[in-house]
T-cell receptor
Framework: QKEVEQNSGPLSVPEGAIASLNCTYS??????FFWYRQYSGKSPELIMS????GDKEDGRFTAQLNKASQYVSLLIRDSQPSDSATYLC???????????FGKGTRLSVIA | EPEVTQTPSHQVTQMGQEVILRCVPI?????FYWYRQILGQKVEFLVS????????KSEIFDDQFSVERPDGSNFTLKIRSTKLEDSAMYFC????????????FGQGTRLTVV
C-alpha cells in the first residue's frame, strides 16, 4: 500500500516568514512528486513538481526531494496571507499509476 | 491559459438516482482522471482513462460507476444509483503524459445525495 503522509497542522507562520511543509512516503520506488495548493471548497491547484533528488525553485517556492529518506518538502519564502490554504503532497509511484495524495497540511499566515 | 472545465458545479440528487458529471479536459492532453474528496478527507483516486479505455481503477470505482468519452472533448463520470456516501467533491484531471507529468484539476462538481 503506497502512502503519503503529512502533518495536518495547522501550521501558523507570521507574514514574511518561511513556511516549511513536509511530506513522507512509504514506497522507495517513487517517480514524481507534486505540491498542490487547495483553498477551502476549491480544487487542487498545482504549484510545484519535482522529479529528481535535490532542490527545485520557482519564485517564492522551493521543493526538496530526498529519495533515500523518502522525504519531500515545500518551502514558501516571504509568506503572505494569501498563501493561507491547505497544501497537498502527491506522489506518482511508478509508470502511469495515479497520484496518491496526503491528507494535506493547513497553513495559516498571520498578518 | 488552457484549463479543465467541469459541469455542473453543484448537483443535488435523490438517493437511487443516476447522475452524470461532465468534464472537458485540456485539449492536447491524453490522460484523464476522476478523483473525489469527501468533506474534510483526502483526495482519492477513482479511475484513469487513456486511449479510450480505463487504464486503472480503485476499489471505490465499483459497478455503480462508469466513465465515457462520448466525443473528442467530453469525459463523463456516471453514477448509476447514488448512495448517501457518494456525496463528495468530484474532480476531473488531465495530463499530457500520464503521471510522469503534471496533472491539472478542474474546479470540481459538488455532489450532494439526499
Amino acid at each position: 500500500q503506497k502512502e503519503v503522509e503529512q502533518n495536518s497542522g495547522p501550521l501558523s507562520v507570521p507574514e514574511g516568514a518561511i513556511a516549511s511543509l513536509n511530506c513522507t512516503y512509504s514506497d522507495r520506488v517513487s517517480q514524481s512528486f507534486f505540491w498542490y495548493r487547495q483553498y477551502s471548497g476549491k480544487s487542487p491547484e498545482l504549484i510545484m513538481s519535482i522529479y529528481s533528488n535535490g532542490d527545485k525553485e520557482d519564485g517564492r517556492f522551493t521543493a526538496q526531494l530526498n529519495k533515500a529518506s523518502q522525504y519531500v518538502s515545500l518551502l514558501i519564502r516571504d509568506s503572505q496571507p494569501s498563501d493561507s490554504a491547505t497544501y497537498l503532497c502527491a506522489g506518482a509511484f511508478s509508470g502511469n499509476t495515479p497520484l496518491v495524495f496526503g491528507k494535506g497540511t493547513r497553513l495559516s499566515v498571520i498578518a | 491559459e488552457p484549463e479543465v472545465t467541469q459541469t455542473p458545479s453543484h448537483q443535488v440528487t435523490q438517493m437511487g438516482q443516476e447522475v452524470i458529471l461532465r468534464c472537458v479536459p485540456i485539449s492536447n492532453h491524453l490522460y484523464f482522471y476522476w478523483y473525489r474528496q469527501i468533506l474534510g478527507q483526502k483526495v482519492e483516486f477513482l479511475v484513469s482513462f487513456y486511449n479510450n479505455e480505463i487504464s486503472e481503477k480503485s476499489e471505490i470505482f465499483d459497478d455503480q460507476f462508469s466513465v465515457e468519452r462520448p466525443d473528442g472533448s467530453n469525459f463523463t463520470l456516471k453514477i448509476r444509483s447514488t448512495k448517501l456516501e457518494d456525496s463528495a467533491m468530484y474532480f476531473c484531471a488531465s495530463s499530457a503524459r500520464g503521471t510522469a507529468a503534471e496533472a491539472f484539476f478542474g474546479q470540481g462538481t459538488r455532489l450532494t445525495v439526499v
